[in-house]
Structure formats: structure tokens, C-alpha cells
């Protein structure tokens, strides 16, 4: 009797023990796949790096100039203008990361090969699979921006940028990047901006709706990208305040401030 009580006291501590070796593993392995989803081996084509921009753009030794798809990072100082807070941070962020692979870097294209300037767009890899750009999201080096139709890891960026914004790091404690009401901006206020508004009114145009905000502001969403978009949404807007990212530009005829929101990534509806 002592002998078998013993063997089912053992049988139970292994079994105790297996059971959460294997609850372990599988944590481990959804960490493991949480990680690593927007990382790539497959690469359509290999690189050297001759020359690094600034935290989102490269050019290659054969002369191309790469823009990494899906983020934005601080713009460094050109034309005798003062770099962004953490400019000079992303950009070396990224020569580092390019450094550790010797400047080898493989890239992955999405819908759009080419932007207007002729730049390749990419998403950049380390040839371990590292993704370039969820490592400087990570950091809070890098804002996320979709631009249809390269939108292949837009839901892997958009989580990596917002446990960096939750944690706070770089660029979202900087009160530079934080939202900023519509009504205080003015003429000067372009380039990449976060802003925030009450929808007054909706225009329509042939090409585009438009979503005035409070102050001297509008969103223009194009119609070609309107299949992104919850038509329900934009239907019950009005009234509503929203939170928009992107490139504000600034209309001299109409003295407005507009800004193109491509995706619904780029706007958030506030309750």
C-alpha cells in the first residue's frame, strides 16, 4: 500500500509538471508569434545601404532611394530649418540596426512599387528577419502612416507604435507628438502633424469628401479610398470630435489648413 501510494503521488507531480511545461511552451510560442509577426526570411530583393537620410529613408549602393513603408519618423533639419525633437535619434537608430547586418538589408514590396518621387517603398529587413520598422515603432522613434494600397502590415505596425505610445517612449513624451487642437493652428503648422477636432460639417466634391473641422481645417478623403472606410462612419460624424495624423498642407487661396487621410488608421472617432 505505501509503494503504490508513493507511484500515484509521482504520477501526479508529473503530470502537474508536464501539464505546465506544456502551458509554458504554448504562452511562450503566442509571445513568440505576437513578436514576430511582422517579421519576413522571404525578401524580393537584397541591398547594401550606401547611405542612410534620416530614420525612414536610404539610399542603396546602386542609387536608388528607399522609403520605408508604414511609418514616419522626425524629420532632420534641411533649408537652414532646426531638426524635430528626436530626428537625430531615429536616424542613427537606424544606422545602427543597418551596422549589426553590415548594411545588408532585404526588402519586401507591397501594392505601390514607387511613390511620386520615384522613390522604391518598402518594408526593410535584417537578414535574420528583423523588420526595420516595427524595431524604430518599438522604440517610439517612428509614427505609424498607411498609404493605401501598401497596407500588407499595417495592423502589425499600428500595435507596435501603440505599446511604444502607452509605455511612452521617445517621441510620446515629447509634447511635439501629442495631439493638437484644431483651433490653435495656424499657417505655419505643416508637415507632419497629429491634430485634433470637432467635424463641423461634411463637403462633398467630385473627388473627394471633405471633413471640416473646428478652426481652419479640413480632412480630405479621397473617394478612390473610400472603400477603406465604415460608410456608417463618416455618415454620423458630424458633431463628433476626431483625433487625425499626416501631412498637413496649407491652402493660401482658401487660407485653410487641409490634411489627406488616406485610411482609417489615420483617424479615430472620440466617444
Known amino acids: 500500500m505505501p509503494v503504490q501510494c508513493v507511484c500515484k503521488k509521482a504520477l501526479f507531480i508529473s503530470a502537474f509538471f508536464i501539464s505546465t511545461l506544456l502551458l509554458n511552451l504554448f504562452v511562450s510560442v503566442q509571445a513568440n508569434s505576437l513578436n514576430s509577426n511582422c517579421q519576413s526570411r522571404h525578401f524580393d530583393q537584397i541591398v547594401h545601404v550606401a547611405k542612410v537620410y534620416d530614420g525612414d529613408t536610404f539610399k542603396t549602393d546602386a542609387g536608388e532611394k528607399v522609403r520605408l513603408i508604414g511609418i514616419n519618423t522626425p524629420e532632420t533639419g534641411k533649408k537652414g530649418k532646426p531638426a524635430q525633437p528626436l530626428a537625430n535619434e531615429a536616424k542613427q537608430a537606424l544606422i545602427t540596426l543597418l551596422a549589426s547586418s553590415k548594411y545588408k538589408v532585404g526588402l519586401r514590396f507591397d501594392g505601390d512599387r514607387r511613390d511620386r518621387y520615384k522613390r522604391l517603398l518598402a518594408h526593410a529587413y535584417l537578414p535574420n528577419g528583423t523588420n526595420i520598422q516595427q524595431s524604430l515603432l518599438n522604440k ?132
Open 140 to 271: 517610439g522613434l517612428a509614427a505609424h502612416i498607411v498609404v493605401p494600397p501598401n497596407v500588407e502590415k499595417a495592423d502589425c505596425y499600428q500595435q507596435a507604435e501603440a505599446t511604444a505610445r502607452q509605455q511612452r517612449k521617445g517621441m510620446w513624451s515629447i509634447p511635439d507628438y501629442q495631439y493638437k487642437n484644431t483651433e490653435l493652428l495656424g499657417a505655419d503648422d505643416t508637415g507632419f502633424r497629429f491634430i485634433e477636432g470637432k467635424v463641423v460639417h461634411i463637403g462633398r466634391s467630385k473627388k473627394a469628401i471633405w471633413l471640416n473641422l473646428s478652426g481652419k481645417t479640413a480632412l480630405r478623403i479621397s473617394r478612390d479610398n473610400l472603400l477603406y472606410f465604415d460608410k456608417n462612419m463618416l455618415e454620423n460624424i458630424v458633431g463628433k470630435k476626431v483625433q487625425a495624423r499626416g501631412w498637413l498642407h496649407y491652402n493660401k487661396k482658401r487660407k485653410e489648413l487641409f490634411m489627406h487621410v488616406r485610411h482609417p488608421a489615420s483617424i479615430i472617432v472620440l466617444k
